[in-house]
């Protein structure tokens, strides 16, 4: 999966070029990055603390307190894991700081949050999608009746074509009306 405009370094060394390389691909500065590496550093396992190295998606999810408590964790790692594996580089893992660092613009936070809600990754949100994000919003607290109706209030008002599907134009449009969504949809870095 993975960024159109990610970079992929071979190198073990955080390098000035390197630096400048990934500077010109996200949205960080030199500082702001080499704090993204020293965090990568940080949650990846011995022999895998550097460049091309690779942090397994449970490991992201227990050392990074950012993510352990979001309901959509294991998406999240699943949408920027570029091999499709269970597993982070540091190239995914600074693609995914990037997208949700307060510097990226909004329409790049609405494309990541709808590949995270496109669970079966068709390019639409149909109600299985819809059903799997309420199950990781609110549990089994909502019993089944419930949850058919949240589904189709939410695709009576989003769905604009009248499909019964969300395409990611519809997505956009209610996100527009949402103010807040791209102050909540980042990660702080240290």
Known sequence: MGT??????????????????????????HSEIRRVFEKFKQIAPDG????????????????????K?????????????????DYLTFDDFLDM?????????????????FRIYDFNNDNMLDSDDLRKTLE?????????????????KVLKEADLDSDD???????EHVISRAPDFANTFHIRIL
């Open 165 to 171: 599907k969300i395409s990611f134009v519809e997505f």
């Open 97 to 113: 700081m990037s997208v949700f660092s307060e510097a990226a613009p909004r329409d790049l936070k609405a494309t990541y949050a």
């Open 48 to 67: 895998q603390r550097h460049l091309k190295g690779k942090v397994a998606h449970q490991r992201v999810l227990d050392e990074m307190t950012e993510l």
């Open 136 to 152: 990781c919003l609110t549990g089994d607290k909502l019993e089944p009746a419930e949850r058919t109706r949240v589904i189709q």
């Open 4 to 29: 159109s405009w990610s970079c992929r370094n071979t190198d073990d060394e955080l390098t000035r070029e390197k630096l400048d390389a990934y500077q010109n691909c996200t949205y960080f500065t």
């Open 69 to 85: 408590y979001n309901p959509f964790n294991e998406r999240i790692c699943q949408v920027f894991s570029s091999e499709g594996s």
